[in-house]
């Protein structure tokens, strides 16, 4: 059985690696740690320390109360995440991590002077586009059903009422995140941006991902996979093997 070798409140990484990259990953609504958990036993990331970022209101942190503002959590995270800077480090987020991981990535610039080698965002759409699919402050019935259609949530999960009661406020703070965000104008990244999206994902389609494109000063890619919104999983051996052949170019690069 795999034991955890660091872990702490916002942060657990599964396997360390002595040096090389971090690769710092924030999770979709409703979603811990854990599902970055196969990642670092993944061969094609052998050499790459997968840290999974943690938030309030799940797992281990169950017992805390969700953070449904991104003005709040972002500093937050900064301070959880900056003993860990102290080396070469890339962010990947997916969906709402995607804008989380975006957003920190800003505020590290602003208040520490530094950069994530990479950023990779996921099956979301870019910052400066408007959003109108406003879900966290719905009805319980409408938003149980549009749930079920993003095909995020285990069946065994959403069929359970007392797990979905225990998850439901943690869910929709986290996407309150997205629904409540007030983008605001900065100068480009100048890091490069890479885009992940999902070829059958009708949620986030390929025009709002070239969007990304405007948020850096170096280069863009996109890359899409087989798969809905939630491609991570459907395809996450083609993921792995994107994220590590980006990431191998920034070793080499720096080594």
Request: aromatic share 10%; with cysteine; proline share 7%.
């Amino acid at each position: 059985m795999l034991t955890v070798s660091r872990s702490t409140r916002w942060m657990v990484t599964h396997r360390q690696v002595s040096s090389g990259i971090r690769l710092f990953c924030f999770p979709y609504a409703g979603g811990g740690a854990s599902i970055f958990r196969s990642w670092s036993q993944d061969s094609m990331l052998s050499g790459v320390e997968v840290c999974a970022v943690q938030f309030p209101g799940r797992e281990a942190r169950i017992a805390e109360s969700p953070v449904d503002d991104l003005r709040q959590l972002v500093p937050l995270l900064r301070e959880g995440l900056e003993p860990y800077l102290d080396r070469p480090f890339a962010f990947f987020g997916h969906s709402i991590g995607a804008l989380v991981s975006f957003e920190l990535a800003r505020e590290l610039r602003r208040t520490c002077g530094i950069a994530p080698y990479h950023l990779f965002v996921s099956g979301c759409p870019a910052p400066h586009l408007p959003h109108s699919e406003r879900m966290w402050d719905l009805p319980d019935d409408e938003f149980f059903e549009r749930l079920c259609r993003f095909n995020g949530t285990p069946p065994d999960v959403l069929n359970h009422p007392e797990l979905m009661d225990l998850m439901l406020p943690t869910i929709r703070a986290d996407l309150a995140l997205r629904d409540r965000y007030d983008y605001r104008d900065e100068p480009p990244m100048s890091c490069p941006i890479t885009a992940f999206g999902g070829m059958a994902d009708t949620h986030v389609g390929c025009a709002m991902l070239q969007a990304w494109r405007q948020h850096t000063c170096e280069r863009f890619q996109l890359w899409l996979f087989q798969g809905d919104h939630f491609f991570i999983r459907s395809s996450q051996g083609p993921v792995l093997e994107a994220l590590s052949s980006v990431l191998s170019w920034h070793q080499k690069a720096s080594g």
